[in-house]
């Protein structure tokens, strides 16, 4: 059920001393491709957003934007089995093809009637359905279009189109809403995901190991199982996943509910938390432009974890800034740690894996980010009321903090290097 053959899109690339990633035209066309479907994911929670806003109550709206993360939580294991048996790059194709035409799909129905909220929540639990087979894949792409020493260099890019995708494509969906309503910007999100498919097909993939192109005689069940005891006996993955699980959870509730009720109690309005946010994307694009510009950041592992701790102590310090300006330097301070922290683990996740298991390694490390971290968005919101900002701030910090302990106190972690 794997690749069993080399496609004719599979070229041999060396795995060392490859073109440099940003001059790399195939490497340039797998960025393009993942901004125009980073850019389509923006505009379509926009608009979604938006659409269940004017069709329900604030309540049911909340309901139907977060239902898709439900079924991408469920299902991203298995997600990861998918990628490592079929390949990424044929997953991702796929994937990204059935979400543009459902977008567009129901872009086609909302314009000629108006079909409540049934068929929003139906969008939305497909999208997350996708989303659970295409981000596993998408992780695992980049091993299979260039050399192992240009991955820091493709974290960076990937970095780069995150922040662009997010900067461009909210001011796009808004656009779309208000010149069609929300079945424009839902046609806007479909055609900027179908630009990415004819530059998929056109990236080129570096052929199989022997070992890993060879057909599978296990059950996917079996792959699973696999894959979950590959990452916790993996002397870097195992502690390095521990290390991403406590920094998220100690990051997303602070600069997500814990953000907008600082900027409230401090009275900085909604445009003051516009900054602090604005200062947080800075950082974050400085550490994408750093690896994207760099290629090689040396002793990898202590800067993924040694980062997390100043990065943490930032967090713990933005409860407490005495005004505004003080607060988007913070954050840009915060950003450009937990940046440079994320990146650099998304590299050693991807030099560290073998080929063969880069699906299911990504899958989890999407779980511990996308399923566990929102989770201490609820809780910090209520910590919140009861105790205020500075404490939960400071408890927060310290949670992002024990997870760069953690990967520091592990030898494969702080001895990790990416190859050069």
Known sequence: MSEATTSATDVPVPALG???????????????????SMRGDTVFYLALSWAAVQNGTPAQAGIVTAVSAVPRALLMLGGGVVADRFGPRRVVIGSDAVRCATVL??????FATDPGLWLLALLAVVFGTVDAVFMPAVGALPARITGTDQLARVQGMRGLAVRFAATVGAPLGGLGVAVGG???????????????????????MRARPADDAAARDTTAWLDLVGGLRYVRRHRVLGPLMVAIALGDLGFVGPLNVGLTLLADERGWGASGMGWVLAGFGTGAGAAALLLTVRGRVPRAGCVAAGSLVPGAAAIAALANAPGLPAAVGIAVTVGLLTGLSGAMCGALLQTQSEPAYLGRVTAVGGIVSLGV???????????VGVWGTGPVFAVSAAVCALGGVVALAAP?????????
Do not use: K, Q
């Not at 799909?105 to 909302?110: D, H, I, Q, R, Y």
């Not at 929300?182 to 080129?204: D, Q």
């Open 18 to 36: 490859s073109a440099p990633a940003h001059r790399d035209p195939n490497v340039l066309r797998w960025v393009a491709a993942y901004t125009a």
């Open 105 to 110: 799909a129901v872009a086609a129905v909302l």
């Open 182 to 204: 929300a079945a424009a910007a839902f046609a806007c999100a479909g055609l900027l995901i179908a630009v990415s498919v004819p530059l998929l097909v056109s990236v080129r």
């Open 373 to 383: 971290a929102p989770l201490s968005m609820p809780l910090s919101a209520a910590a």
């Open 412 to 420: 494969g972690v702080r001895r990790a290097e990416l190859p050069g």
